[in-house]
Nanobody, 120 residues
Framework: QVQLVESGGGAVQLGGSLTLSCAAS????????MGWYLQAPGKSRELVAD???????TYVPTVAGRFTISKENGKDTIYLQMKNFRWEDAGVYYC??????????????WGQGTQVSVSL
């Protein structure tokens, strides 16, 4: 099992910036990729960005060019740098990892979520 601890949530001004972090521990050797989902108020959880263990990022179109996902070399920690914050970026951000077992997908683990709110 992999445990995830998120940090960095809080309040951000419209157009402002905020960086989230997510640290993985436990069976980290099984990790295939890590990423972030956003659950906005009244909506289902949706993918924001993903990064492979090799550092290749993927973004949904609504955040491409504004958000940057990165992985700290040698550590099982990822970051989500958010810029030019919009109203629709607010909500609870969840970190996740997808795990492998002998080359096959073995499940997804989630963090506890971190709240990000936006104000004028």
């Amino acid at each position: 099992q992999v445990q995830l601890v998120e940090s960095g949530g809080g309040a951000v001004q419209l157009g402002g910036s905020l960086t989230l972090s997510c640290a993985a521990s436990g069976s980290v050797f099984t990790i295939r990729n890590m990423g972030w989902y956003l659950q906005a108020p009244g909506k289902s959880r949706e993918l924001v960005a993903d990064i492979t263990t090799g550092g290749r990022p993927t973004y949904v179109p609504t955040v491409a060019g504004r958000f940057t996902i990165s992985k700290e070399n040698g550590k099982d920690t990822i970051y989500l740098q958010m810029k030019n914050f919009r109203w629709e970026d607010a909500g609870v951000y969840y970190c996740y990892v997808d795990q492998l077992d002998r080359g096959s997908f073995a499940g997804r683990s989630w963090g506890q979520g971190t709240q990000v709110s936006v104000s004028l």
